[in-house]
């Protein structure tokens, strides 16, 4: 079931299996910790949108970028992701980038700019945490999970979307051959930056750098969906 947290605007999903019919639920918002109620005593009306989704619960793009790839079973019980707990005004990143060398220098960098981290651990995970959660910045290795940039099913997940979600996460695309902070390679591949990832070692600097351009860009913007009560 889709849920949008009506104070943050922040879109999730709930397994509606987890949800008791037959009364009103009151569950606290993942990201603002806001109130969010969900009315059961109606049996739902099945939008469009149910009706493009299969039995899994995926839509039919997300179904498509998670088949793609197989993968073996897994050797332990596949249990439903649960939402992560981030605090009111915490910052998150979630960094896809199977290096453990870089995922050291980002999370160095990212908590000296207020970051909260999380790790992804290969494709899938990184999917379900993005169907669930929100994240304030998303960094990822055009290579993660072992697929060429032409096929990185994370990447095919972010780029398509909506410019009202998108214009909320500061995207950070790190790549074997780009010229660090190039405008034109991160427009082509729907980016705030774009990083060599030779550079990692002066991340924090050229974040920093990159992330004072980006909110001088929006900042009028933001100001106005701000005072229209929009996020």
Same mark, same amino acid.
């Given at each position: 079931?889709? $849920?949008? &947290?009506? @104070? /943050? =605007?922040?879109?999730?999903? +709930?397994?509606?299996? %987890?949800? #008791? ?5 009151? $569950?606290? &918002?993942? @990201? /603002? =910790?806001?109130?969010?109620? +969900?009315?059961?005593? %109606?049996? #739902? ?5 149910? $009706? ?180």
């Amino acid at each position: 079931m889709d $849920i949008v &947290c009506q @104070k /943050c =605007k922040s879109k999730f999903k +709930i397994p509606e299996e %987890k949800l #008791p019919e037959g009364k009103i639920i009151n $569950i606290p &918002c993942p @990201k /603002c =910790k806001g109130n969010i109620s +969900i009315d059961r005593r %109606k049996a #739902p009306i099945k939008s469009q949108a149910d $009706i493009d989704k299969d039995s899994s619960g995926l839509d039919l793009n997300e179904k498509k970028v998670l088949d793609t790839k197989a993968e073996p079973a897994p050797s332990e019980p596949d249990h439903e992701m649960e939402s992560e707990s981030f605090g009111e005004d915490e910052k998150t990143a979630l960094i896809c980038d199977d290096n453990q060398s870089h995922q050291e220098k980002l999370r160095s960098a990212l908590k000296e700019l207020g970051y909260r981290s999380v790790i992804g651990k290969d494709s899938n995970d990184v999917l379900k945490k993005l169907r669930i959660n929100h994240y304030d910045m998303i960094v990822l290795h055009e290579e993660f999970g072992g697929e060429p940039s032409s096929e990185n099913h994370v990447l095919s997940y972010i780029q398509p979307m909506s410019i009202s979600i998108r214009r909320n996460i500061f995207f950070v695309l790190i790549g074997k051959t780009f010229s660090t902070l190039d405008n034109m390679m991160a427009f082509s591949k729907s980016a705030n930056m774009v990083i060599n990832e030779k550079d990692l070692p002066q991340i924090f600097s050229i974040l920093k750098k990159s992330m004072a351009e980006n909110e001088d860009f929006y900042k009028i913007h933001k100001k106005t969906m701000k005072e229209l009560g929009k996020r």
